[in-house]
């Protein structure tokens, strides 16, 4: 039986055992966060700085990394791969690190996967990997918690209490929008209820630590500008705390990517405070603002070829992004795409590519070629069909287009730039109103 040992020196120190029947096999990935926030639910936050720690020590026995930052807190990932494809995980877990930390993290292989952290600091590590645990099931997670209490200070207690409330909160909000939509809540009622405790949710100074808290806010304010007819710019102006604000402006920046108009999403760059902010928020809508050039990606198509979007400059070119068995891209495509499609069909200045996430090869071509099990349509063999290679989600395509969620239709003009990607516009204007979308691209030479 081999062990893998990992240090890591600087900030955080990290000693990590792995108890493995073939560990030689093993892969460890670490990164470093010294400011980390969920942009999104779904997706890893790319946009966010991060250092790729590299091991600089290999041996028999494991890695040895090193690491040197002058702050107080972070955010550690610690991600464990079965191979050195890196295609199938052990682990991957975000930590709240500090100062001071010294810990050894032992992981088993076998019937089942088990993680257990010891050493100084240990004990926050320990619940954080214990409460991942239990998804959704916040009771269980604060009852975890609240035993670890004395074994954490009080940062460390206060910041993970407020992830658990986060998403609890963000969760009951979900249920309430619902609720709203279908009128079973009256929306004044709810706002009244709300507005009062916004003073005291912008002065939280250390729920701004949390990964959560900031996605959860973005989301209350967002609700609340709804229902009073105004923009979320009118609540937030009364957060005096200058990082949180950034941070709720970055994750509704985020999440009105293709909705808003370049003028609007601009608008909350220039509000931000801090330089380090605006430079995420200049990567979030570099590959999807309108105006911008698009990602020129390289994927397989059906034969295997490698099709580029370069491949069609001078056409007009409009990307729809699916996977086998998502209901709504089989919706979009029978009853919006395919009849656009047969509109066009003649055209030869317009290009429609269709890529699939599905990461089983045979799946997708099964998929194209109206052959799946579920009995879905999600494309034709007049479009240009194209796969991410096995990798699915984790594809750069998927990254620098911002997929968040599926179908993902985009336009690109004739010289490789970015016409639009706002859903609205795109996915609801029906056949009717996408045909004069793309004719107005056609005829913008």
């Not at 999403?265 to 931000?272: A, K, M, P, T, V």
Request: net charge neutral; glycine share 6%.
């Amino acid at each position: 039986m081999n062990v893998k040992r990992i240090y890591l020196i600087g900030m955080v120190y990290l000693f990590l055992l792995g108890v493995v029947e073939a560990s030689p096999k093993d892969r460890i990935s670490l990164e470093f966060y010294t400011d980390y926030f969920a942009l999104s639910p779904i997706l890893q936050q790319t946009e966010l700085p991060h250092i790729a720690i590299e091991p600089i020590c290999q041996d028999e026995r494991g890695f040895t990394f090193a690491l040197h930052k002058t702050v107080k807190t972070g955010y550690l990932r610690i991600r464990i791969f079965a191979n050195q494809n890196g295609d199938s995980t052990l682990m991957s877990g975000l930590f709240f690190a500090a100062s001071g930390d010294s810990i050894t993290c032992r992981y088993t292989k076998g019937p089942g996967f088990s993680v257990y952290f010891t050493g100084r600091g240990s004990e926050k590590y320990q619940v954080q990997y214990e409460s991942s645990l239990y998804y959704e099931d916040f009771d269980h997670q604060f009852e975890l918690l609240k035993s670890y209490r004395k074994k954490l200070s009080i940062v460390e207690y206060r910041v993970l209490q407020t992830d658990i409330e986060s998403n609890k909160e963000y969760n009951q909000l979900r249920i309430k929008r619902s609720a709203l939509l279908h009128q079973r809540l009256n929306g004044d009622s709810l706002i009244a209820s709300i507005l009062p405790t916004l003073p005291e949710l912008f002065s939280d100074s250390l729920a701004k630590k949390s990964k959560n808290y900031p996605y959860y806010l973005a989301k209350l304010l967002a609700l609340v500008a709804e229902q009073t007819d105004k923009d979320i710019l009118d609540y937030i102006k009364c957060c005096d705390d200058q990082e949180l604000h950034d941070k709720v402006m970055l994750v509704y920046l985020r999440e009105q990517l293709f909705d808003r108009p370049v003028a609007y999403l601009r608008s909350i760059s220039d509000n931000l405070y801090t330089r380090d902010y605006r430079a995420i928020a200049a990567s979030i809508t570099e590959t999807v603002t309108p105006g911008a050039e698009a990602y020129n990606f390289m994927l397989p198509n059906e034969y295997g070829k490698m099709v580029q979007l370069t491949d069609f400059r001078g056409k007009v070119v409009f990307l729809d992004f699916w996977f086998t068995g998502c209901s709504a891209c089989s919706l979009y495509y029978q009853h919006v795409l395919a009849e656009v499609e047969k509109h066009f069909k003649n055209n030869p200045d317009i290009v429609f590519i269709s890529i699939s996430v599905d990461r089983d090869r045979e799946k997708w071509l099964k998929s194209i070629r109206g052959e799946s099990k579920t009995g879905y349509q999600y494309t034709s063999d007049d479009a240009v069909n194209l796969f991410t290679d096995g990798k699915a989600s984790k594809h750069p395509v998927i990254e620098k287009y911002k997929v968040l969620g599926y179908p993902r239709p985009l336009l690109i003009d004739r010289k490789g730039v970015i016409i639009t990607a706002n859903g609205k516009k795109l996915r609801e204007s029906g056949v009717g109103g996408l045909v004069e979308i793309i004719n107005v691209a056609l005829n913008n030479k």
